[in-house]
């Protein structure tokens, strides 16, 4: 059974930070881009980053430059994105996704995805 499991969000001041994670399992991630997600209420999901299968690169949406960094573990089969300096703006629901063999920006702009995670609240607030 294909699952892709996410943990590790919650409530947190701003300035703070976050770690989320996603760990799959029924599928190895070796072969595919892995991108992170989120949907603010009432608007639309957007990318925030994405990274390549083959050479780690990378994408982030402009916003999120210099604060979040997206990470992979094959061999744990896990993928992260740290998230440091958090604002209110960042409050939205996060997911992440899978994509077999995209480009990191063109998968953050399209928003496609293989396989989904569940989906992770992030709340930034004093």
């Known amino acids: 059974q294909v699952q892709f499991v996410q943990s590790g969000g919650g409530l947190v001041q701003p300035g703070g930070s976050l770690r989320l994670s996603c760990a799959a399992s029924?599928?190895?991630?070796?072969?595919?881009?892995i991108g992170w997600f989120r949907q603010h209420p009432g608007k639309e999901r957007e990318g925030v980053s994405c990274i390549s299968s083959s050479d780690d690169s990378t994408y982030y949406e402009d916003s999120v430059k210099g604060r979040f960094t997206i990470s992979r573990d094959n061999a744990k089969n896990t993928v992260y994105l740290q998230m440091n300096s958090l604002k209110p703006e960042d409050t939205a629901l996060y997911y992440c996704?899978?994509?077999?063999?995209?480009?990191?920006?063109?998968?953050?702009?399209?928003?496609?995805?293989?396989?989904w995670g569940q989906g992770t609240q992030v709340t930034v607030s004093s």
């Open positions: 029924g599928f190895t991630l070796d072969d595919y881009a």
């Open positions: 996704a899978a994509l077999l063999y995209a480009a990191p920006q063109a998968m953050c702009a399209s928003g496609d995805g293989m396989y």
